[in-house]
């Protein structure tokens, strides 16, 4: 701590005046607070709980020497004074060297003799803040923003390192903050900063530190998940960033935040890599958690590499999962083109992919290609080597945040990409009756620990086997029993190594199985279904027949002459002879129509039964 002298003038002002000297007294402001300049002159140095303010600057401290003057040019000195001055700054002079002198906020905050409880840093101390953050690519603008207590009358803004203050605003309505704008980011700029600001009651505490970081200056590290991007609602999950450059210090940024999510010390890898591993979680539904992290050095930790490529969390639920397909089949060859199609009956509007061991989740909006049922496509292009492998897909609604169930894995398999082309062969032999049991073999001459066994067009993946080494060949028995109509067809193997499961040998030649007896099913089949159809066109030709007889029996009237009453005018004779006339109709009328109704009683009672 440094004392000055306290002698008084011989004035009525409280305010400490020197005792003599050859320079004018005159009295000015120095931050604020009004002193007499030949009080300066009297100072005395000494530590504040063991700190010399001069240590390391080859000061002594001694009475009147420069390194006395430079030390009563600190602000803090005159704080002595604020117990016993006035504060207003009417008819006062500013000093411009009463600016905060060089070192001032490097050091811990000086006061001479007395400090009132007020300066012993009991004030609120202020806010600071920048936007859009502190993390800033080279050649950007960015505002530092400083929030304190309404009153103030200046805002200052300090950077760790600089020998004065690096600026000083007015504050803004309502009167209690102040921006300072920087057009163009540059390393020069890159550090710490604190703010503080000046009111009636005195100079605020100190802000605390806001690390300005400026990337770009170096090529960006890679960022992964572990064990993957995908992570279920409440998990945890670690973001790993990476770099081959030495870097020192890595910086995690999450997107839509101002400041950074975490810094870490790297730690150097077995492979020459040096990493940091962020710990995430537990993690909420979101609908975006997209990560970024940068390289830094410890020579200069707020100057830092360009970003990394973002990573993106996809936060999974519990409904219902979709189907994911492949139309060109479980296994691709170099060169075709592979579409993979995601869709569901819940009728989910977007769609995201996720391929193991990759970072980055494709998106898509999902389409209807019929009623009830939405698809998205998701084309992969020409097949090359790093396609292979498993897939999964999830689906999620436009007003949720949470995404679906997985799919059912997919494994998408390259073939071409081992030197070898395994035999096939079948026994008993390519024939087999239905019911029956067959083997197809699959072997190689070379080490292979995997055989798979394709039928082409099937939509199922692969039979997979180990194999055993049996007669001087790798080898895998792919036994079918019982064989059905649906093992018909035309099978290949080919050959893999556990190391790289998805990568293939060259397919074998192709072999097609044949089922016996399968063209005489298929006859049964066809006559079978024929019969039926014979039988229901019967069954409505009876239907359509008997409708039409009840119709022309409801509507038939009796077969009595309408002109009856004129043929009553005959002769006696004509009567008698149209009475028997009458009589022998009568005798005959019964008998037909007894057979009749039995006739159509037998063709359509069913039908007069079911409406009763």
């Not at 600071?128 to 960015?142: L, T």
Request: glycine letters at 10%; proline letters at 9%; one cysteine or more.
């Amino acid at each position: 701590m440094a004392a000055c002298g306290s002698e008084k003038g011989d004035g009525t002002d409280s305010t400490p005046k020197p005792s003599g000297g050859t320079q004018p007294d005159k009295l000015v402001l120095i931050q604020g607070f009004p002193v007499w300049t030949s009080a300066l002159q009297n100072c005395e140095v000494v530590t504040l709980d063991g700190f010399n303010p001069l240590a390391g600057s080859g000061c002594s401290g001694t009475t009147g020497s420069k390194c006395t003057e430079y030390l009563c040019g600190l602000v803090v000195i005159v704080q002595l004074f604020v117990a016993n001055v006035s504060s207003a700054s009417a008819g006062f002079e500013s000093v411009v060297s009463g600016d905060v002198p060089p070192g001032r906020r490097q050091t811990p905050r000086l006061s001479v003799g007395v400090r009132t409880q007020v300066q012993a840093g009991t004030r609120p101390k202020p806010t600071i803040w920048a936007e859009p953050g502190s993390v800033i690519p080279w050649n950007s603008p960015v505002t530092i923003w400083c929030q304190g207590t309404l009153g103030a009358r200046e805002f200052r803004l300090d950077k760790e390192g600089s020998q004065s203050p690096w600026g000083r605003q007015p504050p803004l309505e309502p009167g209690d903050k102040a921006k300072f704008s920087i057009p163009h980011v540059t390393e020069g700029y890159a550090g710490r900063y604190h703010c503080y600001h000046y009111s009636s009651t005195g100079w605020s505490q100190d802000s605390d530190p806001l690390e300005l970081v400026m990337t770009g200056a170096y090529s960006k590290p890679s960022l992964s998940a572990l064990p993957s991007p995908v992570v279920t609602s409440g998990g945890n999950v670690t973001l790993r960033c990476g770099s081959w450059q030495g870097f020192d210090r890595f910086i995690l940024t999450k997107e839509g935040e101002d400041k950074p999510s975490g810094a870490l010390d790297a730690q150097p890898q077995p492979s020459g890599q040096t990493q940091a591993p962020f710990p995430v979680g537990p993690v909420p539904p979101s609908p975006r958690w997209t990560f970024r992290c940068y390289g830094c050095y410890r020579s200069k930790p707020q100057v830092c590499s360009a970003p990394s490529g973002p990573l993106e969390l996809l936060v999974s639920g519990v409904s219902g999962e979709p189907s994911l397909l492949s139309p060109q089949g479980p296994v691709v060859a170099l060169g075709q083109n592979l579409t993979l199609q995601c869709h569901s009956d819940v009728g989910y509007e977007r769609y995201a992919l996720f391929k193991e061991g990759e970072q980055d989740l494709p998106q898509r909006p999902g389409r209807q290609p019929q009623a009830g049922l939405s698809q998205a496509d998701f084309p992969r292009g020409l097949v090359i080597r790093s396609d292979g492998g498993r897939y999964r897909c999830y689906g999620r609604h436009n007003l949720s945040s949470k995404w679906s169930a997985p799919s059912d894995p997919l494994d998408i398999l390259v073939a071409g990409q081992l030197h070898d082309t395994p035999a096939l062969s079948v026994q008993p032999g390519p024939t087999v009756a239905l019911g029956e049991s067959v083997t197809l073999l699959c072997q190689s001459r070379l080490s292979r620990d995997t055989f798979l066994l394709s039928k082409e067009g099937a939509a199922h993946p692969p039979l997979r086997l180990r194999s055993k080494f049996q007669g001087g060949q790798y080898q895998a028995e792919f036994s079918l029993s019982p064989v059905t109509a649906a093992h018909r067809g035309t099978y290949r193997c080919y050959s893999s190594l556990s190391s790289d499961p998805y990568l293939l040998s060259f397919p074998s030649y192709p072999l097609e199985l044949l089922v016996s007896g399968f063209k005489s099913y298929l006859n049964v089949l066809i006559w079978v279904s024929a019969a039926f159809i014979v039988l229901l066109l019967l069954l409505l030709f009876l239907l359509i027949h008997c409708r039409h007889s009840r119709r022309r029996k409801s509507g038939a009237a009796d077969p009595e002459p309408k002109n009856r009453g004129l043929q009553s005018s005959s002769s006696p004779a004509a009567d008698a002879q149209d009475q028997n006339l009458y009589a022998a109709e009568n005798d005959t009328q019964p008998a037909e129509g007894v057979q009749l109704d039995h006739q159509e009683h037998g063709l359509c009672g069913w039908s007069q039964i079911s409406k009763r």
